[in-house]
């Protein structure tokens, strides 16, 4: 069965504290592993895609990265408005994509 | 570009109702999928409508439906209402072009309580 786990569930640091993101997956077949942020009460906001082992995407403080059985979102020097749940999704087929539970990360000034 | 719109963004029902949301996605997109989202099961598919046909379907209860309009809108129906129902129902929508491997964009979800 496919599944994705996430870790830690929850995550507090303070502002300019690094920190990464571990999403794990058991898959048939990943034809691409997708990182989205949720603010509450709102959808899933993209941050990256990736689609094969040692690729690395980056944007501002965040950098994700891919291997064979997990990827790992890094978060360098964060601010408070990088408090979210972060969502880590596999797609397995057609546009089905399976999610983690997500981590709750809060960073305090 | 305008992103992807859910309609109503908030719905209050009974048991035993039934319940109609819409979805209009990006302009050009023509792939939408529904998803469910709760505390306890978080996200979960529900199908995928492409060209006005399903094209897959998740493990939910035939009382979830789905259609998609020639324009690439898209409704989802709940019918005979449960109060396990309650949660945010999101709609994402992605051009699917040659490829599958195509990144999904949400919509603010439509919040549905049933009571």
């Known amino acids: 069965e496919d599944q994705v786990t996430q870790s830690p569930e929850a995550l507090r640091l303070q502002e300019g504290e690094s920190s990464s993101l571990n999403c794990s997956y058991t898959?048939?077949?990943?034809?691409?592993l997708f990182w989205y942020r949720q603010d509450p009460g709102k959808g899933p906001e993209f941050l990256f895609t990736?689609?094969?082992a040692g690729e690395e995407k980056e944007k501002e403080r965040l950098k994700a990265t891919l291997t064979k059985k997990e990827s790992f979102l890094h978060i360098t020097a964060p601010k408070p408005e990088d408090s979210a749940t972060y969502l880590c999704?596999?797609?397995?087929?057609?546009?089905?994509?399976?999610f983690g539970a997500g981590t709750i990360l809060r960073v305090k000034s | 570009k305008a992103g992807v719109t859910q309609t109503p963004r908030y719905l209050i029902k009974t048991r035993g109702q039934q319940v109609t949301l819409s979805c209009s996605p990006i302009?050009?997109?023509?792939?939408v999928s529904w998803y469910q989202q709760t505390p306890g099961q978080g996200l979960q598919f529900l199908f995928e409508?492409?060209?006005?046909?399903?094209?897959n379907k998740g493990n939910f209860p035939g009382r979830f439906s789905g259609r998609q309009f020639s324009n690439s809108r898209s409704e989802m129906n709940v019918s005979t209402l449960e109060l396990g129902d309650s949660a945010l129902y999101l709609c994402?929508?992605?051009?699917?072009?040659?490829?599958?491997?195509?990144?999904?964009?949400f919509g603010p979800g439509t919040r549905l309580l049933v009571l």
């Open positions: 409508y492409f060209s006005e046909t399903q094209r």
């Open positions: 302009s050009g997109h023509r792939s």
């Open positions: 999704a596999v797609q397995v087929y057609g546009n089905k994509l399976v």
């Open positions: 994402a929508s992605s051009p699917l072009r040659a490829s599958d491997q195509e990144t999904q964009y």
């Open positions: 990736l689609y094969s």
């Open positions: 898959v048939s077949g990943l034809r691409g």
